[in-house]
């Protein structure tokens, strides 16, 4: 059995090794699932050209928006990811009932 320093880890492996532990889940998970996204998307569009490619001569460069495409899906992962982190590092709200008064007296 090989260990995870011999070869690096398929993004399969490291979504099912990020649902296993808690402590690098949260990294692990994004990670995963990038890659998951992002190998399914590669394979989609082989897919898609092979199927187009026939019907097309000459078929025009379209480099340019897989890479608008592929940058705003990782900043959109990237926000949820902020969200998710921010809201995690905020302090829960003390269940105690305030030392001072809210209502000012006149």
Not at 3 to 27: C, E, F, H, I, K
Not at 39 to 53: D, E, P, Q
Not at 61 to 90: E, N, Q
Request: proline residues 13%; without cysteine.
């Amino acid at each position: 059995m090989s260990t995870s320093t011999d070869t690096p880890l398929t993004p399969a492996q490291r979504l099912g090794r990020g649902l296993r532990y808690t402590v690098v889940g949260p990294v692990d998970i994004t990670r995963g699932t990038v890659g998951l996204g992002a190998s399914s998307a590669a394979s989609g569009v082989s897919w898609l050209n092979a199927r187009l490619r026939p019907a097309q001569p000459a078929p025009p460069k379209r480099r340019p928006l897989l890479y608008v495409v592929i940058g705003a899906g990782v900043l959109a992962v990237g926000a949820v990811t902020f969200s998710i982190v921010r809201r995690s590092m905020r302090p829960e709200p003390s269940t105690l009932p305030p030392s001072v008064e809210i209502t000012p007296k006149p």
